[in-house]
């Protein structure tokens, strides 16, 4: 079974410029997550999607930070414009319930880092 | 909101030596509890979980057991190999009800020298 994809893998940018990141769920996991890793501690939720909707983005800067699922299988985050302090790994999570459970699997994640 | 404390690092260790991180969460909700490792140069992998009071995870000879009345989930193995070197993150569920964000700690790097 194929893992959850992220690309690219990494990525320099200068301050105020833009940046996207995609990733790709493991067949059939309807929830998707993004979480932003920055160097020497854990990784921290941005946003959950059930399907194509958006469950829980309370903790995304949404001055500058977007993300969408559109179709429901594929999702893409967005920086606009990207600060010093974006300079993390963003990390992409999928899901799927069984008994009552529910494991994350993780991507390798997109090593961002803004100059 | 919730948070999850675990021991700082570098924790260095040799061969063979008993191992325990320990690890302990708001007590909001009844969440699941999750260890994930991170080899070098590699993603977040699932190590093992438990999803209610007293249950033990268990995986490669790792075992956590869930104790709700000290709010903790420390992490052991009672023989570390040098094939263990790696960053530990204890996390929980954001609210234990239904597919949930998780809330990690820090992390803490293990070395083990042969």
């Known amino acids: 079974e194929a893992g959850v994809a992220q690309s690219p893998r990494y990525k320099i940018i200068e301050k105020r410029q833009s940046v996207a990141f995609w990733c790709n769920p493991i067949s059939g996991h309807a929830t998707l997550y993004w979480y932003q890793q920055i160097l020497g501690q854990g990784p921290k939720l941005l946003i959950q999607?059930?399907?194509?909707?958006?469950?829980?983005d309370s903790q995304l800067p949404k001055d500058r930070f977007s993300a969408e699922r559109l179709k429901g299988v594929d999702s893409t985050l967005k920086i606009q414009p990207a600060k010093l302090e974006d300079s993390a790994v963003y990390l992409c999570?999928?899901?799927?319930?069984?008994?009552?459970?529910?494991?994350?699997?993780f991507g390798p994640g997109t090593r961002l880092l803004v100059l | 909101g919730n948070s999850v404390t675990q021991m700082e690092g570098p924790v260095t260790l040799s061969e063979e030596a008993f191992l325990t991180i320990n690890c302990t969460y708001t007590?909001?909700?009844?969440?699941?509890l999750f260890w994930y490792v991170q080899y070098p140069g590699e993603g977040l992998q699932l190590l093992l979980k438990a999803t209610k009071a007293d249950d033990k995870g268990s995986n490669k000879g790792f075992e956590a057991t869930y104790r709700k009345e000290t709010t903790s989930f420390h992490l052991e193995k009672g023989s570390v190999q040098v094939s263990d070197s790696a960053v530990y993150f204890c996390?929980?569920?954001?609210?234990?009800?239904?597919?949930?964000?998780?809330?990690f700690g820090k992390g803490t790097h293990l070395i083990i020298q042969p």
């Open positions: 007590a909001t909700g009844y969440p699941s």
């Open positions: 999607f059930q399907n194509n909707g958006v469950v829980d």
């Open positions: 999570a999928s899901s799927f319930w069984r008994g009552g459970e529910e494991t994350q699997y």
């Open positions: 996390a929980r569920e954001d609210s234990g009800g239904g597919a949930d964000g998780l809330t």
